[in-house]
């Protein structure tokens, strides 16, 4: 599975950005998809999964009611809506994808075999 990541770029605080990331290839497999972000500094750290076999989403707790992750199940396509954005949000996204495996591991990057490019999110005060 190749990924393929666009968008981002630099926002506001309070303003929103979009993130798509499209899988291509092997794609006829049950997969998780996620995105990840790492600040300067920091550690790389989950921010939303999505499970193509119950489409549900799940989020870390920095982004919950802000952030939502969607998926175009015939394009194999997520997105994720990033609304009411902060400066601790400013990052690389990375997104990731995985054959779905046990829900205790989806938050955990290094169950992810496959990962796209990274795109930047710059947040100002």
């Known amino acids: 599975v190749q990924l393929q990541a666009s968008g981002g770029g630099l926002a506001q605080a309070g303003g929103s950005l979009r993130l798509s990331c499209a899988a291509s290839?092997?794609?006829?497999?049950?997969?998780?998809m996620a995105w990840f972000r790492q600040a300067p500094r920091k550690e790389r750290e989950f921010v939303a999964a999505i499970r193509w076999r119950d489409f549900r989403s799940h989020y870390a707790d920095s982004v919950k009611s802000r952030f939502t992750i969607s998926r175009d199940a015939a394009q194999y396509t997520v997105t994720l809506q990033m609304d009411n954005l902060k400066p601790e949000d400013t990052a690389i996204y990375s997104c990731?994808?995985?054959?779905?495996?046990?829900?205790?591991?989806?938050?955990?990057?290094?169950?992810?075999?496959?990962w796209g490019q990274g795109t930047l999110v710059t947040v100002s005060s």
């Open positions: 290839g092997r794609t006829s497999r049950t997969i998780d």
């Open positions: 990731a994808a995985r054959l779905t495996g046990i829900l205790s591991t989806l938050r955990t990057a290094d169950y992810y075999s496959c």
